[in-house]
Nanobody
Framework: QVQLVESGGGLVQPGGSLRLSCVAS????????MAWYRQVSGKHRELVAS???????NYATSVKGRFTISRDNAVNTAHLQLDSLKPEDTAVYYC????????WGKGTPVTVSS
């Protein structure tokens, strides 16, 4: 069983930054790929970024160059650094660990507005 807790969301002005965290507990997750998704109310959940156990990363085109995914396997924690935020980045952000599994956190909301 896996428990995931996201944190770090909030209200930020366009151009600002946030750092999201996902803490995993309950099972050994080292080596498993994980991912961040986001969802706007009424829309499908969108894959934002993923990272393998070895640190290889992939990003959605819409966030490439602005967001950075990272992980610390020693403490089962992953991060998503959000820079140069835009209003269209407003969403609830979720971690999915292992990637493509049924394990999700409850999400952390990000609002980008002036």
């Amino acid at each position: 069983q896996v428990q995931l807790v996201e944190s770090g969301g909030g209200l930020v002005q366009p151009g600002g930054s946030l750092r999201l965290s996902c803490v995993a507990s309950g099972s050994i997750l080292n080596g498993y790929e994980m991912a961040w998704y986001r969802q706007v109310s009424g829309k499908h959940r969108e894959l934002v970024a993923s990272i393998t156990g070895g640190g290889s990363t992939n990003y959605a085109t819409s966030v490439k160059g602005r967001f950075t995914i990272s992980r610390d396997n020693a403490v089962n924690t992953a991060h998503l650094q959000l820079d140069s935020l835009k209003p269209e980045d407003t969403a609830v952000y979720y971690c999915n660990w292992p990637f493509k599994s049924d394990y999700w956190g409850k999400g952390t909301p990000v609002t980008v507005s002036s």
